[in-house]
């Protein structure tokens, strides 16, 4: 493979971010491509101890005001976008990243004003965008059954309100509506298999857009 992409993985929580990624990470490198798999909040080691503590339970939503929450995001962002994704696109690597900056605006954006937002998301990311950004969306309430189902423990924001992820939803929607250039969204309902060959189309047509 000759061009190699930016993409960040976005969507409420259980979506199956992680799940389409490595999937689709493994089907690239079956391709011959260097592919960097990492996440936000993290990918780097101080940033991955910042992840500890914006997730750590033992927090309550009024312990950190929404602007402390971009803050401690950014911080983490930039450390990973200097230490692991900008060194990782100069020598030629793919870059697949489970979360990016609509995160930030989806979830804390709703909180903050848009001009704080920016300021911060321009310090965090140098202006460095992905190429694409899968959104993987449902309703809130599918996923937190099937976030049920599988047993998993919730950090602080999985555990916050459903009125509170249909809003998430809500801002994720827009910010695709606003940017279709970049964000793709896919139900993310579908099996792992049939969202992996979507997302493979999708990658293929991205190639021919910046090439």
Request: aromatic residues 4%.
């Amino acid at each position: 493979m000759t061009k190699n992409l930016f993409i960040s993985f976005e969507g409420g929580e259980g979506v199956g971010k992680t799940t389409l990624l490595t999937g689709l990470a493994s089907r690239l490198e079956g391709r011959g491509a260097d592919v960097v798999r990492t996440r936000e909040p993290g990918g780097t080691p101080i940033a991955e101890a910042l992840r500890n503590v914006l997730l750590d339970p033992r927090f309550n939503e009024e312990d950190a005001s929404p602007t402390t929450e971009a803050l401690i995001l950014a911080a983490a962002r930039r450390n990973h976008v200097e230490q692991k994704i900008d060194p990782a696109l100069k020598n030629g690597n793919w870059v697949l990243c489970d979360r990016y900056i609509d995160s930030t605006r989806a979830y804390q954006g709703s909180r903050i004003s848009g001009s704080d937002l920016e300021k911060i998301e321009a310090l965090a990311t140098g202006g460095l965008l992905p190429d694409l950004t899968i959104l993987l969306d449902a309703e809130p309430s599918d996923l937190l059954e099937r976030r049920q189902q599988r047993g998993q423990n919730t950090d602080r924001f999985e555990r916050r309100s459903i009125e509170y992820h249909r809003t998430v939803r809500k801002r994720f929607l827009n910010i695709a509506s606003a940017e279709p250039h970049r964000i793709v969204v896919l139900n993310a309902l579908q099996t792992p298999d049939e969202l992996i060959d979507a997302a493979d189309e999708i990658i293929t047509s991205t190639i021919t857009k910046v090439e």
